[in-house]
């Protein structure tokens, strides 16, 4: 069974940082394109950032271009989170699918999901 946890969310000033991190288990998630997803209250889920591969592709929403950057060993995804922004808060998810080729950026697109770090960016 494909469990994702999250961590390391938590109360930050603006122009912060946080570390968050999610442990993939159950499987081998090297072949799996692994991404972040977040959403703030009363808003959809939206896409951060996703990797594919150990050391592979990468891509960025564009509000985080820049400040953000995901980064994987085999079975943990980071996203390291910098100059943080009142706007940034929202609980963030991890989310996981097997496909070596692709680097999905739509929600309906991952199979697995964690259950959810929350972020609170202060003004």
């Known amino acids: 069974q494909v469990q994702l946890v999250e961590s390391g969310g938590g109360l930050v000033q603006a122009g912060g940082s946080l570390r968050l991190s999610c442990v993939a288990s159950?499987?081998?998630?090297?072949?799996?394109?692994m991404g972040w997803f977040r959403q703030a209250p009363g808003k959809e889920r939206e896409f951060v950032a996703a990797?594919?591969?150990?050391?592979?592709r990468t891509y960025y929403a564009d509000s985080v271009k820049g400040r953000f950057t995901i980064s994987r060993d085999t079975n943990t995804v980071y996203l390291q989170m910098n100059s943080l922004k009142p706007e940034d808060t929202a609980v963030y998810y991890c989310?996981?699918?097997?496909?070596?080729?692709?680097?999905?950026?739509?929600?309906?697109?991952?199979?697995?999901w964690g259950q959810g770090t929350q972020v609170t960016v202060s003004s």
């Open positions: 989310a996981a699918v097997n496909t070596p080729a692709r680097l999905p950026t739509s929600r309906s697109e991952y199979d697995y």
């Open positions: 990797i594919r591969g150990i050391v592979g």
């Open positions: 159950g499987r081998t998630f090297s072949n799996y394109a």
